[in-house]
Protein backbone atom coordinates (compact mmCIF):
# COMPACT_ATOMS: atom_id res chain seq x y z
CA UNK A 1 0.00 0.00 0.00
CA UNK A 2 1.46 3.39 -1.03
CA UNK A 3 0.38 6.31 0.69
CA UNK A 4 1.08 9.40 -1.20
CA UNK A 5 0.90 12.75 1.18
CA UNK A 6 -0.09 15.81 -1.27
CA UNK A 7 0.27 19.29 0.50
CA UNK A 8 -1.91 21.53 -1.37
CA UNK A 9 -0.18 25.16 -0.34
CA UNK A 10 -3.27 27.41 0.79
CA UNK A 11 -3.72 29.19 3.35
CA UNK A 12 -5.62 26.09 5.53
CA UNK A 13 -2.24 24.57 5.12
CA UNK A 14 -4.39 20.97 3.84
CA UNK A 15 -3.07 17.94 3.03
CA UNK A 16 -4.51 15.78 0.76
CA UNK A 17 -3.50 11.64 0.42
CA UNK A 18 -3.65 9.39 -2.24
CA UNK A 19 -3.62 5.52 -1.01
CA UNK A 20 -2.87 3.32 -4.47
CA UNK A 21 -2.49 -0.65 -4.44
CA UNK A 22 0.77 -0.84 -6.34
CA UNK A 23 0.16 -4.05 -8.05
CA UNK A 24 -3.45 -3.21 -9.87
CA UNK A 25 -3.03 0.76 -9.62
CA UNK A 26 -6.25 1.70 -7.87
CA UNK A 27 -6.56 4.57 -5.59
CA UNK A 28 -8.28 5.83 -2.69
CA UNK A 29 -8.65 9.89 -2.96
CA UNK A 30 -8.44 11.13 0.32
CA UNK A 31 -10.17 14.69 1.29
CA UNK A 32 -9.03 15.95 -2.28
CA UNK A 33 -9.12 19.61 -2.11
CA UNK A 34 -6.75 20.38 -4.55
CA UNK A 35 -8.53 18.47 -7.14
CA UNK A 36 -6.63 19.18 -10.15
CA UNK A 37 -3.18 18.45 -8.44
CA UNK A 38 -4.75 15.07 -7.27
CA UNK A 39 -5.54 14.13 -10.58
CA UNK A 40 -2.51 14.93 -11.98
CA UNK A 41 -0.22 12.98 -9.73
CA UNK A 42 -2.25 9.85 -9.90
CA UNK A 43 -1.89 10.21 -13.66
CA UNK A 44 1.76 10.87 -13.46
CA UNK A 45 2.07 7.69 -11.28
CA UNK A 46 -0.92 5.29 -13.52
CA UNK A 47 -3.19 5.15 -10.97
CA UNK A 48 -6.83 5.19 -11.55
CA UNK A 49 -8.87 6.56 -8.78
CA UNK A 50 -11.63 4.45 -8.01
CA UNK A 51 -12.93 5.65 -4.56
CA UNK A 52 -12.91 9.23 -2.88
CA UNK A 53 -13.40 9.40 0.91
CA UNK A 54 -14.02 12.71 3.23
CA UNK A 55 -12.90 12.23 6.73
CA UNK A 56 -15.56 14.69 7.42
CA UNK A 57 -17.46 17.19 6.45
CA UNK A 58 -16.12 20.89 6.40
CA UNK A 59 -15.98 22.83 2.79
CA UNK A 60 -11.90 22.55 3.10
CA UNK A 61 -11.88 18.67 2.51
CA UNK A 62 -14.96 18.01 0.38
CA UNK A 63 -14.66 20.83 -2.22
CA UNK A 64 -12.74 18.95 -4.21
CA UNK A 65 -14.99 15.82 -4.01
CA UNK A 66 -17.15 17.21 -7.93
CA UNK A 67 -14.18 17.79 -10.03
CA UNK A 68 -12.36 14.45 -8.95
CA UNK A 69 -15.30 12.24 -9.15
CA UNK A 70 -16.24 13.61 -12.52
CA UNK A 71 -12.92 12.72 -13.87
CA UNK A 72 -12.80 9.36 -12.59
CA UNK A 73 -16.09 8.13 -12.14
CA UNK A 74 -15.12 7.24 -8.43
CA UNK A 75 -17.27 6.32 -5.54
CA UNK A 76 -17.82 8.79 -3.01
CA UNK A 77 -17.03 7.09 1.17
CA UNK A 78 -17.63 9.43 3.89
CA UNK A 79 -19.70 8.48 7.78
CA UNK A 80 -22.89 7.50 7.52
CA UNK A 81 -23.93 10.44 9.72
CA UNK A 82 -22.74 12.79 6.93
CA UNK A 83 -25.13 12.27 4.37
CA UNK A 84 -27.30 15.41 5.30
CA UNK A 85 -24.10 17.37 4.97
CA UNK A 86 -22.03 16.15 2.42
CA UNK A 87 -23.84 15.39 -0.98
CA UNK A 88 -24.08 12.20 -3.21
CA UNK A 89 -22.50 9.97 -0.64
CA UNK A 90 -22.59 6.37 -2.21
CA UNK A 91 -20.85 4.27 0.83
CA UNK A 92 -21.62 5.49 5.03
CA UNK A 93 -19.31 4.28 6.72
CA UNK A 94 -19.46 3.02 10.61
CA UNK A 95 -16.66 1.94 12.53
CA UNK A 96 -15.43 -1.35 11.92
CA UNK A 97 -15.73 -0.95 8.19
CA UNK A 98 -13.25 -2.22 5.45
CA UNK A 99 -11.86 -0.29 2.65
CA UNK A 100 -10.18 -2.52 -0.19
CA UNK A 101 -7.70 -0.46 -2.59
CA UNK A 102 -6.99 -3.29 -5.03
CA UNK A 103 -4.80 -6.05 -3.67
CA UNK A 104 -3.20 -3.64 -1.06
CA UNK A 105 -4.91 -4.69 2.01
CA UNK A 106 -7.65 -3.00 3.63
CA UNK A 107 -8.19 -0.06 5.63
CA UNK A 108 -9.83 -0.21 8.70
CA UNK A 109 -12.76 2.75 9.41
CA UNK A 110 -12.62 4.18 12.69
CA UNK A 111 -15.30 6.69 14.07
CA UNK A 112 -13.42 9.25 15.52
CA UNK A 113 -15.92 12.15 16.76
CA UNK A 114 -15.09 15.07 18.89
CA UNK A 115 -13.50 17.67 15.50
CA UNK A 116 -17.25 17.12 14.15
CA UNK A 117 -19.59 14.10 15.28
CA UNK A 118 -19.47 12.88 11.86
CA UNK A 119 -15.84 12.01 11.44
CA UNK A 120 -13.81 8.84 10.54
CA UNK A 121 -9.81 8.69 10.59
CA UNK A 122 -8.53 5.14 8.29
CA UNK A 123 -6.16 2.41 9.89
CA UNK A 124 -3.90 0.78 7.94
CA UNK A 125 -2.53 -2.54 9.63
CA UNK A 126 0.55 -4.61 9.18
CA UNK A 127 3.86 -4.20 10.11
CA UNK A 128 3.95 -0.73 9.50
CA UNK A 129 0.42 0.55 10.56
CA UNK A 130 -0.53 4.08 9.36
CA UNK A 131 -3.37 6.34 10.59
CA UNK A 132 -5.01 8.85 8.41
CA UNK A 133 -5.87 11.02 10.79
CA UNK A 134 -8.14 13.73 9.40
CA UNK A 135 -8.96 16.67 11.56
CA UNK A 136 -8.61 15.04 14.80
CA UNK A 137 -5.75 14.37 15.24
CA UNK A 138 -2.42 16.60 14.07
CA UNK A 139 0.94 16.54 14.48
CA UNK A 140 1.73 17.88 17.98
CA UNK A 141 -1.55 18.77 18.39
CA UNK A 142 -5.50 17.89 18.08
CA UNK A 143 -8.64 19.19 16.37
CA UNK A 144 -11.00 21.93 17.34
CA UNK A 145 -14.39 21.60 18.35
CA UNK A 146 -15.65 24.98 16.74
CA UNK A 147 -18.33 23.56 13.94
CA UNK A 148 -20.32 21.17 14.94
CA UNK A 149 -17.70 19.36 17.49
CA UNK A 150 -17.62 18.25 20.93
CA UNK A 151 -14.43 18.18 23.16
CA UNK A 152 -15.61 15.81 25.46
CA UNK A 153 -15.94 13.43 22.91
CA UNK A 154 -12.58 14.47 21.01
CA UNK A 155 -11.11 13.49 24.51
CA UNK A 156 -12.65 10.10 24.50
CA UNK A 157 -11.80 9.46 20.86
CA UNK A 158 -7.94 10.18 21.95
CA UNK A 159 -8.67 8.28 25.29
CA UNK A 160 -10.02 5.08 23.67
CA UNK A 161 -8.91 4.72 20.64
CA UNK A 162 -5.79 7.05 19.55
CA UNK A 163 -3.49 6.33 22.32
CA UNK A 164 -4.16 2.86 22.04
CA UNK A 165 -2.83 2.40 18.51
CA UNK A 166 0.09 0.47 18.34
CA UNK A 167 3.18 3.35 19.33
CA UNK A 168 5.24 2.65 15.51
CA UNK A 169 1.68 3.94 13.77
CA UNK A 170 2.83 6.59 10.89
CA UNK A 171 0.35 9.86 11.70
CA UNK A 172 -1.29 11.39 8.47
CA UNK A 173 -3.33 14.49 9.41
CA UNK A 174 -5.50 16.71 7.52
CA UNK A 175 -2.95 19.73 7.82
CA UNK A 176 0.00 21.13 8.25
CA UNK A 177 0.07 22.68 11.47
CA UNK A 178 3.31 21.12 13.53
CA UNK A 179 5.69 23.78 13.96
CA UNK A 180 2.36 26.30 15.86
CA UNK A 181 1.61 22.72 17.83
CA UNK A 182 5.11 22.26 19.12
CA UNK A 183 5.15 25.63 19.89
CA UNK A 184 2.10 25.47 21.84
CA UNK A 185 3.19 22.05 23.89
CA UNK A 186 6.58 23.75 25.52
CA UNK A 187 4.29 26.80 26.14
CA UNK A 188 2.28 24.18 28.17
CA UNK A 189 5.61 22.07 29.08
CA UNK A 190 8.77 24.36 28.61
CA UNK A 191 10.65 21.30 29.82
CA UNK A 192 9.81 19.63 27.18
CA UNK A 193 13.27 18.93 25.60
CA UNK A 194 11.76 16.24 22.84
CA UNK A 195 9.31 18.98 21.51
CA UNK A 196 12.09 21.50 21.73
CA UNK A 197 14.76 19.31 20.16
CA UNK A 198 12.10 18.27 17.14
CA UNK A 199 11.27 21.72 16.77
CA UNK A 200 14.68 23.43 16.06
CA UNK A 201 14.88 20.72 13.46
CA UNK A 202 11.63 21.37 11.23
CA UNK A 203 10.97 25.11 11.84
CA UNK A 204 12.40 25.08 8.14
CA UNK A 205 10.58 22.27 7.33
CA UNK A 206 9.18 22.38 3.76
CA UNK A 207 5.64 21.04 3.70
CA UNK A 208 5.81 19.17 0.36
CA UNK A 209 8.19 17.13 2.15
CA UNK A 210 7.14 17.15 5.83
CA UNK A 211 7.85 14.66 8.68
CA UNK A 212 5.73 12.17 9.70
CA UNK A 213 5.62 11.03 13.07
CA UNK A 214 4.17 8.14 14.82
CA UNK A 215 2.14 7.67 18.06
CA UNK A 216 4.89 6.88 19.96
CA UNK A 217 6.30 10.02 18.84
CA UNK A 218 2.54 12.19 19.63
CA UNK A 219 2.98 10.44 23.02
CA UNK A 220 6.36 12.30 23.88
CA UNK A 221 5.58 16.16 22.06
CA UNK A 222 1.72 16.20 22.20
CA UNK A 223 0.24 18.33 25.29
CA UNK A 224 -2.85 16.40 24.51
CA UNK A 225 -1.52 13.00 25.37
CA UNK A 226 0.33 14.08 28.01
CA UNK A 227 -2.58 15.33 30.55
CA UNK A 228 -1.10 13.66 33.78
CA UNK A 229 2.06 15.99 33.30
CA UNK A 230 2.88 17.86 36.50
CA UNK A 231 3.99 20.69 34.26
CA UNK A 232 1.40 20.56 31.98
CA UNK A 233 -1.23 20.60 34.98
CA UNK A 234 0.95 23.06 36.92
CA UNK A 235 1.09 26.01 33.74
CA UNK A 236 -2.47 25.44 33.52
CA UNK A 237 -4.07 25.56 36.40
CA UNK A 238 -1.73 28.98 36.62
CA UNK A 239 -4.45 30.45 33.96
CA UNK A 240 -7.47 28.33 35.16
CA UNK A 241 -7.14 28.42 39.30
CA UNK A 242 -10.42 26.63 39.17
CA UNK A 243 -8.65 23.95 38.15
CA UNK A 244 -7.95 21.05 40.97
CA UNK A 245 -4.77 20.08 41.97
CA UNK A 246 -5.53 16.52 41.07
CA UNK A 247 -7.92 17.39 38.00
CA UNK A 248 -9.48 14.38 35.78
CA UNK A 249 -7.47 13.60 32.03
CA UNK A 250 -11.13 14.89 30.63
CA UNK A 251 -10.41 18.20 32.80
CA UNK A 252 -6.89 18.54 31.80
CA UNK A 253 -8.04 18.13 27.93
CA UNK A 254 -10.92 20.42 28.34
CA UNK A 255 -9.19 23.41 29.44
CA UNK A 256 -6.03 22.46 26.88
CA UNK A 257 -8.54 22.45 24.45
CA UNK A 258 -9.99 25.97 25.38
CA UNK A 259 -6.92 27.46 25.90
CA UNK A 260 -5.50 26.17 22.45
CA UNK A 261 -8.92 28.29 20.70
CA UNK A 262 -7.49 31.43 21.35
CA UNK A 263 -3.40 30.47 21.70
Not at 35 to 55: F, H, K, S, Y
Not at 151 to 162: A, R
Not at 177 to 187: C, G, V
Amino acid sequence: MIIRQIYTDNAYRNFNYLIACEETGEALAVDPLAADTCLAVAEDEGWRITQVLNTHEHPDHIGGNTKVIAATGAQLLAHAGARDSIPNIDRGLIAGDSITIGKAGDLEVLDTPGHTMSHVCLLAHGAQPALISGDTLFNAGAGNCHNGGHPEDLYQTFVNQLAKLPGNTRLYPGHDYLINNLEFTLSREPGNHKAASLLSSVVAQDPHDALVTTIDLEKEINTFFRLANPEVIETLREQFPDLPANPTGMQVFIKLRELRNSW
